[in-house]
């Protein structure tokens, strides 16, 4: 009982929240780093040209994760630093980091879970269109190759994108995240059957390629869960959590049915089908080419009944519900009903490839940094983990975001997710309390929870 055996225990990064060394050995610029020169767009007017410098410091943030006792680094490769103009020439500098840090993380034993894209999109190609242009997916999947040529055969596990919710929603939607321009809903929708063939073109490519990678996928969405037990409220929750709503984009199903199940949802199809781009013959198939696992990022979700007519509404949320610093609500139950719905419907292995929390963590007079909200966070949201891993849900891996404090996009360095503290000013890293708590989690395989 518990979780399995190998049990894969980690933390999460991505490259333009931690790296830094933003215009160093030929990196391109991204669509973020433009868009954090933009006065007005980054909550402390910062941006990730420094960062926590992981570029230069990956070898003591890998020592500190072997403190903590990962087994696993979840990372993301920079497009912009490999292909600084987006497609075309290489850059060899950009490649020969990666093998660093893969050379480190080798050392350690810690095994590498690149993601390959997540949101620093070379701002070369923004200009020719981005994920508007019928090219888009050829230049994802070329890049790629790129990767997969020169460190496939060290990477055991690859996720091919990071929320695309985020990359096409929050981006060309609502404009929180950059490039922060809002597109009329049959752009949008384009943009999405394109993000979608480049990770089917991806996947191609990798198989061909790097035969023993392993590949998924990393979404995200609110992991809806029932408000009570009763067979009408979990009928209710299971609907909503796959729903097509208003914003098609924070939908779980329009990005993941495509790819598990080979079609867009009939929902979809039913309110926005007037706007969809013209699906090519062979796109469904290139789409849902087989993947090995599904990495799914849940942070909370809401409580869902049964509106007693054979379809959900969401309840108020308790009156002074739990939240964490950046508003969140604490609802732990989406760990557990997250990843059974997500097993019901595809029928993946499953990662936890994102979970967390940012907390208001400061140095204290004893120069230690307590963050007892965190533990109790994780404590909380892993034993709904192993509920259903316990239950039968094929859950493989957990990782936390994430490692270090880092840049937290659009709200810039004010919020702290890190189980590391960092001193943005001089680098300076401190294991947090709950990094200790983490080792001793890991320790004992989920045990000590
Ligand atoms: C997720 C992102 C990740 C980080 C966390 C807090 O949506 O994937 O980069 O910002 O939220």
Redesign the pocket.
């Known amino acids: 009982m518990g979780f399995r055996d190998d049990f894969v225990w980690g933390g999460a990064s991505?490259s333009y929240?931690v790296e830094g060394a933003a215009a160093e050995d030929g990196r391109g610029p991204s669509v973020w780093d433009m868009f954090c020169r933009e006065p007005g767009r980054i909550l402390d007017g910062s941006s990730g040209d420094t960062a926590c410098d992981h570029y230069h410091l990956y070898q003591k943030d890998v020592n500190l994760m072997k403190e903590i006792d990962y087994k696993a680094y979840r990372f993301s490769i920079a497009w912009p630093r490999i292909i600084p103009g987006g497609d075309g020439k290489l850059n060899e500098k950009g490649l020969d980091f990666y093998d660093r840090l893969l050379d480190s993380l080798a050392a350690a034993d810690i095994t590498p879970y690149a993601t390959l894209f997540?949101?620093d999109y070379p701002y070369a190609l923004f200009r020719r269109g981005g994920w508007l242009n019928p090219d888009s997916p050829k230049w994802f999947a070329d890049y790629v190759s790129v990767v997969a040529k020169r460190l496939g055969d060290r990477l055991p596990y690859i996720f091919t994108y990071?929320?695309p919710q985020?990359f096409i929603g929050l981006s060309y939607d609502n404009t929180e995240h950059a490039p922060g321009i809002h597109f009329p809903i049959w752009d949008t929708l384009h943009m999405l059957h394109h993000a979608l063939l480049g990770h089917g073109l991806a996947v191609q490519a990798l198989r061909s390629i790097a035969p023993k990678t392993q590949i998924g996928y990393a979404p995200?969405g609110s992991a809806h869960y029932p408000a009570t037990d009763s067979a009408a409220d979990r009928e209710a929750a299971r609907k909503a959590y796959f729903a097509v709503e208003e914003r098609p984009f924070w939908s779980v199903s329009v990005w993941s049915d495509p790819i598990f199940l080979g079609r867009y949802p009939e929902e979809l199809l039913k309110k926005y089908g007037q706007y969809m781009p013209p699906i090519g013959q062979d796109d469904m198939k290139i789409i849902s080419e087989k993947l090995d696992f599904l990495g799914q990022?849940i942070?909370n979700g809401s409580p869902v009944r049964s509106d007693g007519k054979g379809g959900y509404e969401y309840p108020k949320r308790k009156t002074g519900y739990a939240f964490t610093a950046?508003k969140w609500p604490v609802t732990p139950e989406a760990l557990y009903w997250g990843p059974k719905f997500l097993q019901e419907r595809y029928g993946m292995p499953l990662y936890i490839t994102?979970n967390?929390l940012?907390c208001q963590d400061t140095v204290s007079v004893d120069g230690k940094v307590h963050d007892p909200a965190r533990i109790d966070f994780l404590r909380r949201y892993l034993r709904e983990l192993r509920r259903a891993s316990e239950d039968g849900v094929d859950i493989r891996g957990y990782f936390h975001?994430?490692v270090t404090d880092n840049f937290?996009?659009a709200k810039g360095y004010t919020?702290r997710?890190g189980m590391v503290y960092c001193d943005f000013e001089t680098q300076e890293r401190i294991l947090k309390d709950s990094a200790y708590w983490y080792r001793d989690i890991i320790r004992s395989n989920g045990k000590d929870l």
């Open positions: 991505a929240q997540h949101w990071n929320e985020c995200t990022n942070y950046a994102e967390g940012s975001w994430c937290e996009w919020d997710f």
